[in-house]
C-alpha cells in the first residue's frame, strides 16, 4: 500500500505581481516506501508548496517528480484528481472541509470515492473518528466544530482511502497537547502499518516521531537526517558484578 515518491531537481517559480519568486529551488528528494518524512524549516521556506506540487496542488516550474516509478509532474489536472482518489491523502493548512456534509460524510466520501463498499467506508470512519476523538461530532456539520476539530476530521478524512502517501502541511498545527497527542498516536499507527508520509510540521515533537527530518531554507534542502534511535546503555544485571583485585 505504501508509496516511493522522487523528485529531480524540482522547482517552482511563482509570478508575484510580474516579479518572480522562487519558492522551491532544485530539490531532490527520494523517500521511500513506508517512510515517514518531517519536512521542518523557517516560514517562507517553501514548504507548503513542495508538498502542494508532491500532492499535484501546484504546477510544477521544473524538473520531475516520480510517484511508485511513474513520472506525475506532467499529468493533467483530472489524471492527478484521479490519483489523489486512490493514492494520495493529503491534509491541507486549511481544512478544505465540504460544509453542506456531516462529518461522518466528509470522512466516508473519500472512501466511497476510491472503491469501498458502504460498510468498510462506514467501519473505516468509526475506526479514524474514534482514533481522535471525534466519534461525538460524527452528525454534526463541519461548521460546528472548533478549529482543532475541524484539523482532525481533516486527517481523518484523508487517511479514509487509505492513501499510499500520505502528504500533511501542520496536520497539528492549531492543537492543543491532548489532541495533539491523539493525531500523534494515529499518525503512529498507520506509520506501523506501512503508511509512507511526507508531513511539514514547526513542531518538534512531531518531528520525532518521523524517521527522517528533511530542513529547507530559500527552497532548498539544507539539512537531511536519519533521526537517530536512542541507544539506552544496558543497565547492569546480577551478573555484572566486578571484581576488584588489589
Ligand atoms: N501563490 C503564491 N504566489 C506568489 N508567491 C508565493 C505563493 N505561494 C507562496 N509564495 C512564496 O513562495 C515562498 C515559499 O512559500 P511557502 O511554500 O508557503 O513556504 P512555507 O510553507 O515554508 O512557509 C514564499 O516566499 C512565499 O511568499
Ligand atoms: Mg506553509
Request: charged fraction near 25%; charge should be neutral.
Amino acid at each position: 500500500m505504501s508509496a516511493v515518491i522522487r523528485t529531480v531537481n524540482l522547482v517552482k517559480i511563482y509570478q508575484s505581481g510580474g516579479v518572480p519568486v522562487t519558492a522551491v529551488d532544485g530539490v531532490d528528494l527520494h523517500v521511500g516506501a513506508g517512510e515517514f518524512v518531517a519536512v521542518m524549516g523557517p516560514s517562507g521556506s517553501g514548504k507548503s508548496t513542495l508538498v502542494h506540487m508532491l500532492g499535484g496542488l501546484d504546477a510544477r516550474t521544473s524538473g520531475e517528480i516520480w510517484l511508485d516509478g511513474k513520472r506525475v509532474d506532467t499529468l493533467s489536472e483530472s489524471a492527478w484528481a484521479l490519483l489523489r482518489r486512490d493514492k494520495v491523502g493529503f491534509v491541507f493548512q486549511f481544512f478544505n472541509l465540504v460544509a453542506n456534509m456531516t462529518v461522518a460524510d466528509n470522512v466516508e466520501l473519500p472512501a466511497l470515492l476510491s472503491g469501498a463498499t458502504p460498510k468498510q467506508a462506514r467501519e473505516r470512519r468509526e475506526y479514524l473518528l474514534d482514533a481522535l476523538g471525534l466519534t461525538e461530532r460524527a452528525e454534526a456539520p463541519p461548521a460546528q466544530l472548533a478549529g482543532g476539530e475541524q484539523q482532525r476530521v481533516a486527517l481523518a478524512r484523508a487517511l479514509a482511502n487509505e492513501p499510499s502517501l500520505l502528504l500533511a502541511d501542520e496536520p497539528t498545527g492549531n492543537l492543543d497537547s491532548r489532541n495533539t497527542r491523539d493525531v500523534l498516536r494515529l499518525l503512529g499507527e498507520v506509520h506501523k502499518k506501512g503508511q509512507t508520509i511526507i508531513m511539514v510540521t514547526h513542531d518538534a515533537r512531531v518531528a520525532s516521531l518521523a524517521d527522517r527530518v528533511v530542513s529547507l531554507l530559500d527552497g532548498q534542502i539544507v539539512d537531511d537526517g536519519v533521526i537517530p534511535v536512542t541507544r539506552r546503555r544496558p543497565k547492569a544485571g546480577a551478573g555484572d558484578v566486578v571484581e576488584l583485585r588489589s
